[in-house]
């Protein structure tokens, strides 16, 4: 006579096996995705605030404020979005977190709604700082367009009409505000594809 106990046991510990190689696999792409998020969020983050740095200190802009007040909106909203998203670097180190808790005992797990609350933060942050970002780019492309239609074509030099001619301290402002919304799309889209993930599971 076959022993069903036996039977029984061994199926949930095969259940058991595979829901534990699950995690396993979920951990690991959340280990994988939140470096890359950290490193690439990062990466956009310096070059964000170096040049932001440089355009503060750049004279051209200080010594004609009509030329600067045109651009603060725009510098505004770019500085709150590269806030945003030093934040969110914070979350990418959440998600380094989360993976080794996911990796370790069943004590320390997470549960599911914790892990996809973690993932919903990043979310949100990067959602935000795109919002930022993308507005702060409608005003700096608004007040260089508005700059640009209003110089002399062909004119090279400086007094007159030649002052509206635009500078490349004014195109890194353009520069610092899109490394902080691509910063933000890639915390966007890590994010989106760690619930999917997630709600695969």
Sequence with gaps: MPDLSSHGNLGYRKETMADRLD???LASAFRAMGWLAFWSQLAMAVVCAGVL??????SDLIRNRDRAIGLGPGLSLTTLALLVL???????WGLIRLSRALAGGTTARPSKAETTA???RHLLASLGGVTLAAIGYQALAGSLTFQASIQQPGFAG?????????????MFSVMANTQSLTGHLIGLWISLWLLQRIQRR
């Design 118 to 120: 973690q993932v919903k």
């Design 53 to 58: 740095a440089f355009n503060s200190i750049g």
């Design 23 to 25: 995690l396993q696999r």
């Design 86 to 92: 030093a934040w969110s670097i914070w979350q990418d």
């Design 158 to 170: 400086s007094g007159g009409m030649g002052n509206n001619a635009i500078t490349s301290l004014e």
